[in-house]
């Protein structure tokens, strides 16, 4: 096929498909890179606004091409060797007339004779508009994503970039444009700005096109210029590679409910010695009320734990629904076998010594994934420290447990030591209603637990430690189908770059692995937590008190400045001070000694009593205006508020807590806790945590609830 030439043009304006040409030409010859006017020829056939981009090889057709285009007109050179077309002079703006036309052609023919030149471009000269930067790079996790930020030193020096996973919704298109710091430009300063409709358009089209075309690996449309009315794509650079392997078949979690609600466990290498797994597991299971039935597997003993034991699961006389291995790695396989032949569906491995202990753990695993699947059961685990279900009494932990109550939070861990420390330290202030330990994640992993939790409706907070997600995509549909229901709060570990990654395009040198799951985390919904304390900060309120009910917060404090703090985290946060309407205001003026000067925060000085904190609040229950309550008490005499916060009708309105230093008041800390109080040490804290309750509830509305 001929490149672009005048013809072209022709052919072109009779809107053949030029570009999709070009793409199937390129993928046919192997090639990676497409030239500018390869490029731009693929967005136009998607519909996109670009300048155009023509093909000469010769001084004549470059004149014959300017004349047809238009002047003014640009001239670039095309090379696949030159990335940087201006930087190496490759780029000549504004061309009046044919002479300098001419002369531009000969000086770039000139200068990069040797360099790969394929030829110059020509197009037309767009007029000046906002610039701005739009990209496509493809993420090892998450697969194709699109960026989008302000051109020139806005993306070079600041990095001001938004990303989102493709494809996005018209939703996440306009997220993306307003979530940048420099969108206030693009909004419009001094009467210029920014058309946002096109803008959100231009993105929806990448996105689909690059989801019709998996094999576009790397885009940057660096600079598009935005009007108030349109854009145009003023330069643009496609990367090919081959089609990301389509994930693999989608196994519905719905059957992991059995995990977490079996009617039947067997416990292979349950044991009879006090201090060892196998006896720390089946106690486990033994003492905290679980209604079915335990089969404990133990060649040596009749009994184990006072319990009829099988020498072999093929002996066991029931289909058992779960099976818990805690052999020895090598005689895992086996082990799995057995529980194939028996007949069972699931099966959570709890030792470890897989691979996590290098290439001989992976074989076996290798090994157990096989069997696994030639005998259509889910494997959980290795490595792992199985399923606590606080609502069916199963407790699968490796270290010994004592009672627990049944809770709203659900927590996905990896390893088992993390999820016992939690438990163990939270359990007299939060109940947990499912811990579910994923380990070495073979088979089941953190989406199909966060599946089986979001469709749990004895769990209505979802918390999750990961360090890496496994296919990407699926991760945030899930979640992003979740997030409408109940809040998911996700803490990443593994923030430090992996190393530096060998990158071609502009777009893909500014995708960092911690953005780009911040972004995936945003595009679902998620709530990203900062560390382990921030997360337990944000369950514990989201489990224990309604969402707020509007902007307004309302701050009752007995030091200024703890109120201040408060105020200053209302903001920060994107919340409000409230503001009480006449009457309202007259009625908490009557009731406040002449010391107290603001009406919001209500500082009652050292002063403040039980008495004074409820008839404030009771007031501002009654407000329309206030959508929440911070409460700011002395820590010396924490316990004296406690009923008069109890015995308050909230209304639906939530409140949290400030203790300084609760740290050194335990026992008055948990009774609050235990009335669904949530304490904080801080009033920056105890405002964060408001403030994603606020993002979170107009998340919900948005998503139709
Ligand atoms: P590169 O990014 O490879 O250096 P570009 O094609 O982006 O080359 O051109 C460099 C700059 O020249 C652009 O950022 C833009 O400001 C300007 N420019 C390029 N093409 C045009 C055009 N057709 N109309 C107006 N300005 C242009
Ligand atoms: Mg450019």
Redesign the pocket.
């Known amino acids: 096929m001929s490149r672009n030439s005048v013809d072209d043009v022709v052919i072109f304006i009779e809107s053949e498909m030029i570009g999709m040409r070009y793409l199937a030409e390129a993928l046919s010859e192997g090639r990676r890179y497409l030239l ?1 006017h390869e490029s731009k020829g693929i967005l136009d056939d998607w519909g996109l606004k670009t ?1 155009g ?1 023509y093909l000469a090889r010769s001084e004549d057709e470059a004149a014959d091409l300017a004349r047809s285009v238009g002047y003014p ?2 001239l ?1 050179v095309l090379s696949t060797q ?6 190496q002079g ?2 000549r ?2 061309l009046r007339d044919e002479p300098e036309v001419r002369k531009a052609y000969g000086e770039i023919a000139e200068a990069f004779r040797g360099s790969g030149l394929v030829g110059v471009s020509v ?6 508009g906002i ?1 701005v930067i739009v990209g496509v790079t493809r993420d090892p996790t998450f697969g194709p994503m699109l960026m989008f930020g302000l ?2 030193i806005f993306v070079e020096v600041m990095k001001d970039v938004s990303f989102r996973s493709i494809p996005i919704t018209l939703q996440d298109a306009s997220d993306m444009v307003r979530e940048i710091k420099g969108y206030p430009i693009i909004r419009g300063i001094r009467g210029i700005s920014g058309d946002e409709e096109a803008l959100q358009d231009l993105l929806m089209r990448v996105s689909a096109l690059v989801e019709a075309n998996l094999e576009i690996e790397e885009m940057d449309l ?2 598009v ?1 935005l009007y108030q009315q349109g854009y ?1 794509i ?2 643009a ?1 496609i990367m090919l590679g081959s089609a990301p392997r389509s994930p693999s078949a989608h196994k519905p979690a719905e059957g992991l409910r059995t995990l977490f609600y079996p009617r039947s466990v067997a416990v292979l290498g349950a044991s009879n010695v006090k201090g060892k797994l196998g006896w720390n597991v089946f106690h486990n299971l033994l003492s905290h009320g679980f209604a079915g039935r335990l089969y404990p597997v133990n060649p040596r003993s009749a009994e184990v734990q006072g319990v009829k034991s099988y020498p072999s699961i093929k002996e066991v006389p029931v289909k058992v629904d779960v099976a818990i291995v805690l052999v020895p790695a090598t005689a895992t396989p086996q082990a799995i076998r057995d529980c194939c032949e028996a007949g069972i569906k699931y099966i959570i491995v709890e030792s470890a010594g897989f691979a996590e202990l290098g290439e001989s753990g992976k074989k076996i695993e290798r090994e157990m994934l096989s069997i696994a699947e030639a005998g259509g059961c889910r494997l959980l685990g290795p490595n792992c420290s199985g399923i606590i279900n606080t609502h069916a009494g199963v407790v699968e932990s490796i270290g010994v447990v004592d009672d627990l109550d049944p809770g709203k939070i659900g927590l996905i861990a990896q390893a088992g030591v993390y999820a016992a420390g939690y438990l163990w330290g939270m359990r007299r202030m939060v109940d947990f209603g499912a811990v579910a330990t994923i380990g070495n994640k073979l088979d089941v992993n953190e989406t199909d637990i966060l599946e089986t939790l979001g469709a749990d409706d004895n769990i209505q907070v979802i918390c999750m430690y990961i360090e890496d997600v496994k296919a990407g995509r699926r991760f945030l549909d899930v979640a992003s189908r979740i997030t409408p229901k109940k809040p998911v709060i996700v803490l990443k570990a593994g923030r430090t770059e992996a190393g530096i990654k060998a990158v071609s395009s502009h777009t893909a040198s500014l995708a960092g692995n911690d953005q780009i799951y911040s972004a995936v985390f945003r595009q679902a919904g998620m709530i990203r937590a900062r560390d382990n304390d921030h997360m337990f900060d944000l369950a514990r309120a989201f489990a224990s008190q309604p969402l707020p009910k509007g902007q307004g917060v309302f701050i009752v404090t007995y030091a200024g400045s703890l109120g201040v703090a408060a105020a200053d985290g209302v903001s920060a946060g994107g919340m409000r001070l409230s503001e009480l309407s006449g009457d309202l205001k007259e009625r908490l003026i009557k009731i406040l000694p002449a010391y107290v000067g603001g009406l919001n925060p209500v500082d009652y000085t050292f002063d403040q009593s039980p008495e004074q904190v409820k008839k404030t609040v009771e007031i501002g229950v009654e407000s329309d205006d206030v959508g929440a309550f911070i409460v700011v008490l002395q820590t010396e005499i924490l316990g004296t508020f406690f009923e008069a916060l109890k015995s308050i009708d909230f209304r639906g309105k939530p409140v949290v807590a400030v203790a300084a230093c609760k740290e050194f008041v335990l026992e008055d800390v948990i009774r609050f806790e235990k009335a669904k109080i949530p304490v904080y040490s801080t009033s920056e804290r105890a405002a964060e945590v408001l403030a994603a309750m606020y993002h979170y509830s107009l998340w919900q509305k948005r998503a139709g609830r």
Request: net charge neutral.
């Open positions: 500018e300048t981009a007109v640009v670039k030159v990335v940087h077309k201006s930087d490759g780029v703006l504004n197009q037309k000269m767009a007029a000046p610039e051109g020139g660096n600079p210029f145009t003023v330069d650079r």
